[in-house]
């Protein structure tokens, strides 16, 4: 099935791209998410009526996500208490909620989507580097210190 972009979509393709998809892909994501449109001659007429206003959308969404990325990456070190045993390991974890709550007492705001956690959820004392997905090619990293309660 064949779609066209309204937005530029992570290894799919950029805004207003003609893409061949899967059918419930598109049904049932694309769609419904205002991300795509079917590829008929009256949507493509439709698009290119569009184009700029689409296109100034998407320029305001880079640039507010290259000021989030700046204020992140400006961040002092992120320092989360937890209780730990002797050798270093949590009791408990510390997942994407916990680390939104810390980043947010620092006057920054993320959401828990945004953060990546590629082993899941941090369960040792240490720092750590996460990535910060803000957008689909604008990444931040923010340092996260993880110490035992006293």
Known sequence: MEVILLEKIRKLGALGEKVRVRSGYARNYL??????VYATSENLLAFEKRRIELEKLAAEKHEK???RQ?????LPVINIKVKASE??????SVG???IVEAVSEVGVTIEKREIQLPEGA???VGEY????DLENDIVA???VSITPEA
């Open 141 to 143: 990293t923010i340092k």
């Open 65 to 67: 996500a290259l000021l």
């Open 122 to 124: 941090l369960r040792t």
């Open 129 to 132: 580097e996460l990535l910060i």
């Open 70 to 74: 700046k204020s992140l990456q400006d």
């Open 87 to 92: 050798e270093g390991k949590l009791f408990g």
């Open 96 to 98: 994407t909620r916990e």
């Open 31 to 36: 769609i419904p998410q205002g991300k795509a």
